[in-house]
């Protein structure tokens, strides 16, 4: 283990490197340790550490790259985009946001009923299978499966019928061959009763098989098992693996204190906020077109903001610092409540209470002994971006992610980002003529989000800007004179 031992910070800067982020390197390096550590436990040899380690962490690596493509597949099997199809940007993004709606509502169900939904419906257990993985019992599973197909669907109005009738097609294809028997008489009956029944069934159907999740294996993960019957030989199995790892200079226990408890990826589309409490108690709104993962570790909090703009309220532990890394810089709190946007040139960062770091250069790792680029305290705001920290400046407190309350505010803002800013919320955007687009122009005030239209009256009383709607539904801001000349 001494010989595996020498290799980490090599594998740890190399693959740093080549991922941009130093946690996703740090999980596969850690990932590979473990798959060594069990290679060698089962007896074999490993003749050539170094390129065993470096073979591992890039297929771990490529796994999660897949892992796109993968997800369009099952966005493809859950019924969003049709097989032949090839999706335009819009579709993806509604896909996509279907896909977090399947997730949010799986975390809504009570735990068994997600659990025996995800073994049958993804993992394609039988319930007998399922049952045994979750220490239940068959009939338990069947109701749990059915009824979350149905709360999965709660919009398609199912009857008692249907119900039923979704209860017997579980038994047809997930149980014993005895009782698949049984239900395929009792769905014949049941399609030849009457027209009522016949209705029934066919939606139950459809509502099945819109269900069928088997590519979402690698997206859903299997629930945890009820504790198993004590086997001597597996115990003492995982105790060898357990003296291993801490005999190999604890690279095994960092591995363990490194997993995440929890993780969610969450994802806003046009004039959509969502909210998220994590489960330590840290509270998440996002703003439209937003995209981020959170996860909580024994030791840290990290939120990983791709895309848009957050409102933050962290809740104070000193023992687990809370992050939020983007693509132009990091931000380090233990609690307070504050704002963060990442877009295509910047990040900026205002804080409302309390105070945070800020960290330039995303691909910067935030220990406890880093020095920060700039430490933002209450009622300021900074903008960072290639060049690094810009200008701080002032910001009311309750103008700190007013987008939560309804408001847009806009303090010296530049008329095209103001724009862009609205174009979340419009479903008709507003565009500025190219020959317009480069000019000076900026806008201060409060305006409600839901009248869009005290903004275009701003900008004609300011500027003289007039809207007028184009030939392809969009909005677009002209001065008079140049509204003329065309």
């Given at each position: 283990?001494?010989?595996?031992?020498?290799?980490?910070?090599?594998?740890?800067?190399?693959?740093?490197?080549?991922?941009?982020?130093?946690?996703?390197?740090?999980?596969?390096v850690?990932?590979?340790?473990?798959r060594?550590?069990?290679?060698?436990?089962?007896?074999?040899?490993?003749?050539?550490?170094?390129?065993?380690?470096?073979?591992?962490?890039?297929?771990l690596?490529?796994?999660?790259?897949?892992?796109?493509?993968?997800?369009?597949?099952?966005?493809?099997c859950?019924?969003v985009?049709?097989?032949?199809h090839?999706?335009?940007?819009e579709?993806?993004?509604?896909?996509?946001?279907?896909l977090?709606?399947?997730?949010?509502?799986?975390?809504?169900?009570?735990?068994?009923?997600?659990?025996?939904?995800?073994?049958?419906r993804?993992?394609?257990?039988?319930?007998?299978?399922?049952a045994?993985y979750?220490?239940?019992?068959t009939?338990?599973?069947?109701?749990?499966?059915?009824?979350?197909?149905?709360?999965?669907?709660?919009?398609?109005?199912?009857?008692?019928?249907?119900?039923?009738?979704?209860?017997?097609?579980?038994?047809?294809q997930?149980?014993?061959?005895?009782?698949?028997?049984k239900a395929?008489?009792?769905?014949?009956?049941?399609a030849?009763?009457?027209?009522?029944?016949?209705?029934?069934?066919?939606?139950?159907s459809?509502?099945?098989?819109?269900?069928?999740?088997?590519?979402?294996?690698?997206?859903?993960?299997?629930?945890?098992a009820?504790?198993?019957?004590?086997?001597?030989?597996?115990?003492?199995?995982?105790?060898?693996i357990?003296?291993?790892?801490?005999?190999?200079g604890?690279?095994?226990?960092?591995?363990?204190?490194?997993?995440?408890?929890?993780?969610?990826?969450?994802?806003?589309?046009?004039?959509?906020?969502?909210?998220?409490?994590?489960?330590?108690?840290?509270n998440?709104?996002?703003?439209?077109?937003?995209?981020?993962?959170?996860?909580?570790?024994?030791?840290?909090r990290?939120?990983?903001?791709?895309h848009?703009?957050?409102?933050?309220?962290?809740?104070?532990?000193?023992?687990?610092?809370?992050?939020?890394?983007?693509?132009?810089?990091?931000?380090?709190?233990?609690?307070?409540?504050?704002?963060?946007?990442?877009h295509?040139?910047?990040?900026?960062?205002?804080?409302?209470?309390?105070?945070?770091?800020?960290?330039?250069?995303?691909?910067?790792?935030?220990?406890?002994?880093?020095?920060?680029?700039?430490?933002?305290?209450?009622?300021?705001?900074?903008?960072?971006?290639?060049?690094?920290?810009?200008?701080?400046t002032?910001?009311?407190?309750?103008?700190?992610?007013?987008?939560?309350q309804?408001?847009?505010?806009?303090?010296?803002?530049?008329l095209?980002?103001?724009?862009?800013?609205?174009?979340?919320?419009?479903?008709?955007?507003?565009?500025?003529?190219?020959?317009?687009?480069?000019?000076?122009?900026?806008?201060?005030?409060?305006?409600?989000?839901?009248?869009p239209?005290?903004?275009?009256?701003a900008?004609?009383?300011?500027?003289?800007?007039?809207?007028?709607?184009?030939?392809?539904g969009?909005?677009?801001?002209?001065?008079?004179?140049?509204?003329?000349?065309?």
């Amino acid at each position: 283990m001494v010989v595996f031992k020498t290799y980490y910070d090599e594998l740890l800067h190399h693959f740093t490197r080549r991922t941009g982020t130093r946690h996703a390197a740090e999980d596969a390096v850690m990932e590979a340790y473990l798959r060594a550590l069990q290679h060698m436990h089962a007896g074999h040899t490993i003749r050539q550490p170094r390129a065993f380690l470096y073979h591992c962490v890039r297929n771990l690596l490529a796994s999660q790259a897949r892992r796109s493509a993968i997800e369009a597949d099952a966005l493809q099997c859950l019924g969003v985009l049709g097989a032949a199809h090839s999706p335009s940007p819009e579709e993806q993004l509604d896909a996509r946001q279907r896909l977090v709606h399947l997730q949010h509502q799986l975390n809504a169900m009570p735990a068994k009923r997600r659990d025996a939904f995800v073994l049958v419906r993804v993992h394609g257990m039988r319930y007998a299978e399922a049952a045994a993985y979750l220490g239940s019992t068959t009939a338990a599973v069947e109701k749990h499966v059915a009824r979350a197909l149905q709360m999965l669907h709660a919009e398609s109005g199912a009857t008692a019928a249907t119900g039923r009738a979704i209860l017997l097609l579980g038994r047809l294809q997930h149980g014993e061959p005895a009782v698949t028997r049984k239900a395929g008489q009792q769905l014949q009956r049941l399609a030849l009763r009457d027209s009522d029944h016949a209705n029934a069934l066919a939606c139950a159907s459809r509502l099945w098989a819109q269900a069928d999740g088997s590519k979402l294996r690698t997206v859903i993960d299997l629930p945890p098992a009820a504790s198993a019957p004590d086997n001597p030989g597996r115990r003492a199995g995982l105790l060898a693996i357990a003296a291993m790892l801490l005999a190999g200079g604890g690279w095994g226990a960092r591995w363990y204190w490194r997993q995440p408890l929890w993780n969610m990826a969450l994802q806003t589309g046009l004039g959509q906020h969502l909210r998220q409490r994590m489960p330590e108690g840290s509270n998440l709104e996002l703003a439209p077109n937003t995209r981020a993962d959170a996860r909580l570790y024994r030791h840290r909090r990290i939120v990983q903001l791709l895309h848009g703009e957050m409102a933050l309220e962290v809740r104070a532990d000193a023992r687990r610092p809370f992050i939020v890394q983007t693509s132009w810089g990091q931000v380090r709190v233990l609690g307070t409540r504050f704002s963060v946007a990442s877009h295509a040139h910047q990040l900026q960062v205002a804080v409302a209470s309390g105070s945070v770091a800020v960290y330039a250069n995303g691909a910067a790792d935030v220990s406890d002994t880093a020095v920060p680029s700039i430490v933002l305290q209450p009622g300021h705001s900074v903008v960072i971006d290639a060049h690094g920290v810009q200008a701080v400046t002032p910001i009311a407190p309750q103008d700190v992610a007013a987008w939560t309350q309804g408001w847009l505010v806009f303090a010296q803002t530049p008329l095209p980002h103001a724009i862009s800013r609205w174009n979340q919320y419009l479903r008709t955007p507003l565009v500025l003529p190219e020959d317009r687009a480069d000019v000076p122009l900026r806008i201060s005030g409060r305006y409600r989000i839901a009248d869009p239209e005290s903004f275009l009256r701003a900008l004609q009383d300011m500027y003289g800007l007039q809207s007028t709607r184009r030939a392809d539904g969009c909005i677009a801001l002209v001065a008079p004179a140049l509204q003329r000349r065309r």
